[in-house]
């Protein structure tokens, strides 16, 4: 890829999370159970992820000082997202301005977080992360799935048996998304 | 690691302890609750709302004065159209109805079912009162219509969806006003015996 288009994709990027406040848009991807908890969170979160990506490496060193091993990061990243998947706060994001913003910025510090915290977390750290984070997103969606009532009252039974179905294929994509890299890298220096 | 690296470690897992501790607080209610009624009824528990004074029409187009005074009254939220949870609720009060009657509580407690919908007329509510045998000393259905409907319905917390397949959805639940029409507890639909037994204690304080 050229530089100059390297740099154009970066913007693009960079101004993307700003698509994601515009009010119709909000309104469309906070209409469905679906949407909120598939689409419109994940990204919020890979456009905190990236903000953490594009800051200096100066930002990073100051940050690991306050945040070893990345654990405390870590930690604030798995509240954060915890915080956001929760049934009240998805409620709350469809009738409360308020809520729906903390929301977000719950989201995207949870971005920011697990970016600023993600290599000095090594190898283990991130194994163990990934595995807690998958296995907490597949035992909510099935629970979501399966569960006889609505548990956003703003939602229908069926918007959340597809969301928690949509939960379950996010802990698979998760897993592959940090385990192949992983093995690819294994196998290219098996020692 | 330097003594001052450490301390800096420290400092840095605290702030993210209280942060996240923070979010969880505010995202639960306070630790009560992760759902919108579970919150709702965590916070009546401990602050009782008071029921906005508004008029509902009845199938007779008669006026009904809210809250009812001198009876404690279990309320619930239907559309004549809603073939999911307003079924269960009816159900619940059918039960309650029965057991209001044979435990000597008529007069003390009453039942009220309040239409949010603005398509039951008087048609709809008679076919309604008619189909779930309501006796009229006990259990009366009434329309709540502009402002009043949007103000019982911000008290008492009922949040209503569209559903192509079942006319409206809403959280369902039997929400108890004293005598004093304060809105004071509210239990799952299927609670019928938790509901009258917080409805007789109302009735028997002062």
Same mark, same amino acid.
């Given at each position: 890829m050229s530089a100059a288009r390297s740099g154009v994709l970066r913007v693009l990027l960079t101004a993307f999370p700003a698509v994601l406040l515009l009010p119709p848009v909000r309104a469309w991807l906070e209409a469905t159970m679906t949407r909120q908890m598939l689409l419109q969170i994940p990204l919020v979160i890979a456009a905190g992820w990236w903000l953490a990506a594009l800051l200096p490496r100066a930002w990073h060193r100051r940050v690991s000082a306050w945040n070893p091993g990345g654990v405390a990061g870590l930690v604030l990243a798995v509240a954060l997202g915890g915080v956001v998947m929760t049934p009240r706060v998805l409620d709350a994001a469809t009738y409360s301005a308020g809520a729906d913003a903390?929301?977000?910025?719950?989201?995207?510090?949870?971005?920011? +977080?697990?970016?600023?915290?993600?290599?000095? +977390?090594?190898?283990?750290?991130?194994?163990?992360?990934?595995?807690?984070?998958?296995?907490? &997103?597949?035992?909510?969606?099935?629970? &979501?799935? !399966?569960?006889?009532?609505?548990?956003?009252?703003?939602?229908?039974?069926? !918007?959340?048996?597809? +969301?928690?179905?949509? &939960?379950? &294929?996010?802990?698979l994509v998760l897993s592959a998304l940090w385990l192949v890299p992983q093995l690819r890298r294994r196998r290219a220096s098996p020692l | 690691m330097s003594e001052r690296g450490a301390w800096r470690a420290v400092a840095g897992g605290c702030a993210s302890l209280v942060a996240a501790v923070a979010a969880l607080w505010w995202a639960t209610a306070g630790f009560s609750a992760i759902t919108y009624d579970g919150a709702k009824a965590a916070r009546l528990a401990s602050r009782p709302r008071a029921v906005p004074r508004v008029r509902l029409v009845t199938a007779d187009g008669a006026v009904l004065a809210l809250p009812l005074r001198e009876q404690v009254t279990i309320v619930d939220f239907v559309s004549t159209s809603c073939v999911a949870v307003c079924l269960a609720q009816g159900a619940s009060l059918q039960a309650l109805q029965r057991l209001i009657r044979e435990r000597g509580l008529v007069g003390r407690v009453a039942l009220l079912s309040v239409s949010f919908d603005p398509d039951d007329d008087a048609g709809r509510l008679d076919g309604f009162a008619a189909t779930r045998g309501l006796a009229p000393d006990i259990w009366r259905i009434a329309r709540a219509d502009g402002d009043a409907r949007r103000a019982l319905l911000d008290t008492f917390d009922i949040r209503i969806v569209r559903d192509p397949l079942a006319g409206w959805r809403h959280n369902a639940a039997l929400h108890i006003v004293d005598r004093d029409g304060a809105l004071r507890a509210v239990h799952e639909v299927a609670d019928v015996r938790g509901a009258l037994r917080t409805a007789t204690q109302l009735t028997e304080t002062p």
């Open positions: 903390l929301k977000l910025a719950c989201a995207f510090g949870c971005g920011v +977080a697990a970016g600023a915290s993600w290599r000095p +977390a090594g190898i283990p750290g991130q194994a163990f992360v990934v595995g807690n984070i998958a296995w907490m &997103l597949a035992a909510s969606g099935v629970l &979501l799935r !399966d569960w006889p009532q609505r548990v956003c009252a703003a939602y229908l039974e069926q !918007d959340q048996r597809i +969301a928690g179905t949509g &939960l379950v &294929l996010w802990a | -």
